[in-house]
């Protein structure tokens, strides 16, 4: 009995050393836990935010667009009204060049950077999805992209023709007034392409929020998971405590 009495003592002792050991580290545990799962948010974050930075660009952007379309239906109304002048023609034909090479190439460029950058984030957030349920995001983003390049594709299209016309084409008859249609069709697909990025804008919002969220939740989750396990480690330590503590008794026993 003294022998049992005294390997129980010493199970005892080392099961409250390791045990009242391993409680702290629980807390070492959920601190490396939460500054990975922060690293981990942080990719799709910093994407999120960088693509909000661009869709305001975007929309600076189409608004310059807008503004240009309107010149040149403004300019081609009055050439369809009016008898011809070759001036007119002229003026209206570098308008449209101005605004191919100026407003509409740097929109068309912010566009590219806008779509990247969101398609990258949206990746990165259902990637991260798979092991965090709470991003789990439906891919409307990439459907928006997909209305807005079919848009964009569109403009691409008047603004080629337009382009190619010079001011003896501009001064034909009927040709002022196509160019006007052309534009107020343009007009429309950027109001459209406004509306679309104001939606992508929200989305990259509402990203945002639940890459918070997660990060919220895997705070919380991570400390109760510290909090049982240290729970745990205490409770197996006062068990072997009191292992420690029958053993000692057996030990005085006499056989």
């Known amino acids: 009995m003294r022998i049992m009495g005294w390997l129980a ?53 189409l608004g310059e ?8 239906k403004g300019k081609a109304d009055e050439l369809a009204r009016a008898p011809v002048l070759d001036a007119a023609a002229t003026d209206l034909a570098a308008s449209v060049d101005t605004f191919v090479t ?22 990165a957030i259902r990637g991260i999805g798979r092991a965090v349920p709470v991003l789990a995001v439906a891919g409307v983003v990439a459907d928006r992209f997909s209305e807005i390049d079919a848009r964009m594709l569109e403009i691409d299209a008047s603004m080629t023709a337009l382009a190619a016309l010079r001011p003896a084409d501009l001064a034909e008859p009927g040709v002022a007034a196509t160019v006007s249609e052309r534009a107020a069709a343009a007009e ?25 969220a997660a990060d919220r939740r895997s705070a919380i989750v991570l400390t109760g998971g510290a909090a049982i396990g240290t729970g745990l480690c205490l409770f197996v330590a006062w068990l072997n405590v009191l292992l420690f503590q029958q053993g000692r008794r057996w030990s005085r026993r006499q056989v």
């Open 102 to 123: 100026g407003p509409y190439a740097r929109l068309r460029s912010v566009y590219a950077g806008l779509r990247e950058r969101v398609l990258n984030a949206s990746d």
């Open 65 to 72: 667009a807008s503004a240009g379309i309107v010149d040149i």
């Open 188 to 212: 429309e697909r950027i109001q459209a392409i406004t509306e679309t990025v104001a939606e992508v804008d929200t989305w990259l919002e509402s990203g945002r929020e639940r890459v918070a």
């Open 9 to 61: 003592s010493a199970a005892g002792l080392v099961g409250v050393v390791v045990f009242n050991g391993l409680a702290p580290l629980t807390w070492v545990l959920r601190a490396d836990l939460r500054g990975r799962a922060r690293d981990l948010l942080s990719i799709p974050d910093m994407g999120l935010e960088a693509a909000g930075a661009v869709t305001g660009a975007a929309a600076d952007w």
